[in-house]
């Protein structure tokens, strides 16, 4: 089987990049900086961004039953979750 590889060797250098919104200087690969960019808090999009993650995750959810009915326990106090 064949190795799948997303993206380019572009796409996994490590360069500079600044953040239109918070003006941080970070060094990242592009993708993780795109990421980045997405979520900084600065972003004047981000709470709509937010709220419709939020929604999608919860539609997800309630579309595949299997998810609903998970439970796990802590490993420190051992309760059920």
């Not at 239109?20 to 979520?39: D, E």
């Not at 709470?47 to 595949?64: A, D, G, V, Y």
């Amino acid at each position: 089987m064949s190795k799948v590889n997303f993206g380019n060797d572009k796409c996994k250098e490590i360069v500079e990049n600044i953040c239109p919104y918070c003006n941080g200087h970070i060094l990242m690969n592009k993708r993780t900086f795109a990421n980045h960019v997405r979520w900084c808090k600065a972003n004047p999009r981000y709470e709509e961004i937010k709220q419709s993650t939020r929604l999608k995750l919860l539609i997800h959810n309630l579309e595949n039953p299997k998810l609903q009915d998970y439970n796990c326990n802590c490993v420190i106090c051992g309760n059920e979750y």
